[in-house]
């Protein structure tokens, strides 16, 4: 089975054949893992075809880039053995075989630590990491609502574990990076708080009962739900760092597809921490970019595509991710959200979020001079 066969497409008359490049300033790479992972059979075949020894290594890096590689160079492989391409085949074979490496030692690591911090009470739930599964993100993400000297104390003692220098951004959302011998990987434990800067502490203190455990290579591992998932997926997209990969909006609409999503509910918890108009937002540009590769929208409900501020028609490629435009439209869903929890009389956690413009300046101006943002964000 083809990557594009596990994103079923809704029936429906097929107009001409797309446009070869999306959004605006898109690269000719992004166009090739777009169509591996988003297509069918015949437009694989395609792109699978303008991928030659020149470029490879440009694909793959944009792959890596964009947590994709095992999916969209499994589609790559399976198209280059269909066509009897030997070379290209052994070369994808390759690739995934040194990514799976990589993912297979920090699983190893993950279900060691989730079942050391459960065996020492600290209940904890993966998040973020493994939405991306069968690949895996570039650090291993944990939520916790334990002391958090008690996850540096666990850390240090099982895993002979170091803190990592914590940035301002690190300490408003109250996350802690730990460094582990033989872990490329950084382990990235959120303690008690959840969103960009710790202000959605509401969510995270019901956060439990609405997850769920998911099997992954033989081990069980707990998960957010569907609901939750979105959420915590836009924070970070749509309000901290202001771009998506190609990931999020390959896992974005492989789990709109399974239609579990409870939309009702998604609202209902979106619209308490104000950023409805968010998550509306992000899945319209997710359905938007689907749509324009398989041709077909996602089935998304009338309530979302209302609430939605904009669509895919703003979204921009650049450095190797496809970018929101901050001002006006992130600037506004961030007033929404501000406005939201001030409204609700949360106004220590208002006051956090206030802090973010400021962050993020000071950020922009540390990049500027100094080509990193390494201790602010």
């Known amino acids: 089975m083809s990557i594009g066969e596990t994103l079923p497409l809704r029936e429906g008359k097929r107009p ?45 890096a944009l792959a890596h880039t964009n947590h994709v590689v095992i999916r969209a160079i499994e589609a790559l492989r399976w198209v280059a053995a269909e066509a009897q391409d030997r070379e290209h085949a052994q070369w994808a074979t390759n690739a995934i075989e040194r990514e799976q490496a990589r993912i297979d030692n920090a699983l190893a690591f993950l279900k060691r630590m989730c079942d050391a911090l459960e065996a020492a009470g600290c209940g904890v739930v993966v998040i973020k990491s493994l939405d991306h599964w069968p690949d895996l993100g570039s650090d291993l993400d944990l939520f916790t609502n ?10 240090n003692q099982r895993f002979d574990a170091q803190l990592a220098t914590r940035s301002w951004g690190d300490r408003l959302a109250n996350k802690w ?15 008690g708080r959840l969103g960009q800067t710790g202000e959605l502490v509401s969510i995270a203190n019901t956060l439990a009962p609405r997850t769920r455990l998911m099997r992954v290579m033989s081990n069980d591992f707990r998960v957010l739900g569907a609901e939750d998932r979105l959420m915590i997926c836009t924070l970070q997209r749509m309000y901290r760092h202001f771009y998506a990969r190609l990931c999020d909006i390959v896992d974005t609409a492989a789990l709109l597809e399974t239609n579990i999503v409870d939309y009702d509910r998604l609202r209902s918890l979106a619209q308490t921490t104000g950023i409805w108009e968010g998550v509306a937002t992000f899945l319209k540009i997710v359905s938007d970019y689907a749509e324009f590769y ?3 929208a996602l089935d998304l409900p009338s309530a979302v595509t209302a609430a939605a501020r904009f669509g895919g028609d703003q979204v921009f490629f650049n450095k190797s991710f496809l970018r929101v435009p901050i001002l006006p439209h992130s600037a506004r869903l961030y007033a929404s959200e501000w406005t939201t929890l001030m409204t609700k009389g949360e106004l220590r956690n208002a006051a956090r979020l206030s802090l973010l413009p400021c962050l993020a300046t000071a950020a922009a101006l540390r990049y500027k001079v100094t080509g990193s943002d390494k201790g602010i964000w």
């Not at 898109?26 to 075809?49: F, K, N, P, T, V």
């Not at 958090?148 to 850390?155: C, Q, Y």
Request: charged residues 25%; contains cysteine; aromatic residues 2%.
């Open 177 to 191: 990076n730990f460094i582990v011998p033989g872990l490329p990987e950084l382990i990235e434990v959120h303690v």
């Open 146 to 155: 334990a002391r958090p000297e008690e996850v540096v104390r666990l850390m």
């Open 294 to 296: 398989r041709r077909c």
């Open 16 to 60: 001409a054949k797309p446009k070869p490049l999306f959004p605006s300033g898109a690269s000719r790479d992004l166009s090739i893992l777009s169509r591996l992972l988003l297509c069918g059979e015949h437009e694989q075949q395609q792109a699978c075809a303008e991928v030659t020894p020149e470029n490879r290594e440009a694909v793959l």
